[in-house]
């Protein structure tokens, strides 16, 4: 059983950056592939980035290409989401989340395990 722990949300201008980071526990981390979603009121649950097991492989929805970076550090079994050119649409609860194969998965299903979520608003 694995479990995880998001954080590094807040409050941010448009333009500014954080750096969410997702502490897992109880499990094998380096065998696990990590995603990150957020969920904004009253919308779906809508995939962020993902990372494979060994870090090697990425993806990332359109809508975050190029401002997010995922990334991993398999020694402090720790995930973590650069956010930078903030906008005020990326407002919303952010969850990690762990799935027990080694490639890169794009949806919710896929996903075995998740955080509680760590809200992330960004004002205009």
């Known amino acids: 059983q694995v479990q995880l722990v998001e954080s590094g949300g807040g409050l941010v201008q448009a333009g500014g950056s954080l750096r969410l980071s997702c502490a897992a526990s109880?499990?094998?981390?380096?065998?696990?592939?990590m995603g990150w979603f957020r969920q904004a009121p009253g919308k779906e649950r809508e995939f962020v980035a993902a990372?494979?097991?060994?870090?090697?492989?990425?993806s990332y929805a359109d809508s975050v290409k190029g401002r997010f970076t995922i990334s991993r550090d398999n020694v402090k079994n720790t995930a973590f989401l650069q956010m930078n050119s903030l906008k005020p649409e990326d407002t919303a609860v952010y969850y990690c989340?762990?799935?027990?194969?080694?490639?890169?998965?794009?949806?919710?299903?896929?996903?075995?395990?998740w955080g509680q979520g760590t809200q992330v608003t960004v004002s205009s």
């Open positions: 989340a762990a799935n027990s194969g080694l490639i890169v998965r794009r949806t919710t299903n896929m996903y075995n395990y």
């Open positions: 990372i494979s097991s060994s870090g090697r492989a990425t």
């Open positions: 109880g499990g094998s981390f380096s065998n696990y592939g």
